[in-house]
């Protein structure tokens, strides 16, 4: 499936972001369709994080970021997740006094002081459909009263993820979300993340897991200094000798398929780098 099949959700636009001389992000041109999971890819400080904070709002950049047609660049972060665009951060650690539920009635509770005196003064109630169809979009309907210390960790991470879900979101960006997983939790977590996307939601995720991100995404982009030096399906990027030799870093580096010690066919170089974590 393609952006364009799908109906291009988000796009950005020759995006750039400098902090001075130091060019963080060159302008990057990306797609991200409904019901889609585009990877973004690359060796660390290539510049993936900067892309979503850039997109996000979280950064100022040059170019175009649009969300559903509707050109949101201009837009403060708060005005952008209105728009139905929402993020997890790397550092997405949940509130361990709080439920599951009241996790994610946090992430919906509206800002500003009106909504501050009426909670104070005659206490909030949680969107309780709201965030029911959060976590059932990630399998943790059972989960809503406990608390996370009293789940694995990759249930902590979908938790995160349905933390971004909720409140009528529409595109999500995941910022290395399966970090700390083990081979079944990273599995697992993949097979949430086509739940998430069949409901139509478009999925933008960056992850140095790459048996996870070859297995889940339909195309892939990849950074390696800020530029993107590749883009197209998952087998595509693995064989590309550009790919490899950015993650490797030698340029001699060839991605052909190996011939293990048994006779049989060995791992990419790219899938063996990025399962090294």
């Given at each position: ?30 797609d991200v369709g409904a019901g889609e999971i585009v990877g973004l890819i ?43 665009m929402a993020r997890t951060w790397q550092a997405g650690e949940l509130f ?182």
């Amino acid at each position: 499936m393609s952006a364009e099949a799908a109906g291009a959700l988000l796009q950005a636009r020759g995006l750039s972001v400098r902090y001075g001389g130091v060019v963080a992000n060159d302008d990057i041109t990306l797609d991200v369709g409904a019901g889609e999971i585009v990877g973004l890819i690359g060796p660390n400080g290539a510049g993936k994080t900067t892309f979503v904070d850039a997109v996000t709002g979280f950064t100022k950049s040059t170019g175009e970021v649009t969300m559903g047609g509707v050109r949101i660049d201009g837009y403060s972060p708060h005005r952008r997740r209105g728009t139905g665009m929402a993020r997890t951060w790397q550092a997405g650690e949940l509130f361990a006094d709080l439920t599951v539920a009241e996790n994610l009635a946090v992430a919906v509770q509206k800002p500003g002081l009106k909504a501050l005196f009426a909670d104070i003064f005659t206490g909030s109630k949680p969107p309780v459909k709201t965030i029911d169809e959060a976590l059932t979009m990630v399998g943790l309907t059972d989960a809503a009263d406990r608390h996370p210390s009293e789940l694995a960790l990759g249930q902590q991470k979908l938790v995160g993820v349905a933390r971004a879900l909720v409140g009528g979101t529409k595109m999500v960006l995941l910022d290395e979300p399966a970090a700390g997983l083990d081979t079944h939790e990273s599995r697992d977590f993949g097979n949430e993340l086509r739940r998430i996307a069949a409901t139509g939601i478009g999925v933008l995720l960056i992850d140095h897991d790459m048996s996870l991100v070859l297995d889940v995404c339909h195309r892939l982009y990849v950074l390696d200094f800020g530029k993107v030096i590749a883009a197209g399906a998952p087998q595509e990027i693995r064989d590309d000798p550009r790919v490899v030799s950015a993650y490797l870093g030698s340029a001699e580096v060839e991605a052909e398929v190996d011939i293990d010690a048994d006779g049989g066919p060995a791992a990419s170089p790219l899938l063996q780098k990025g399962t090294a974590q």
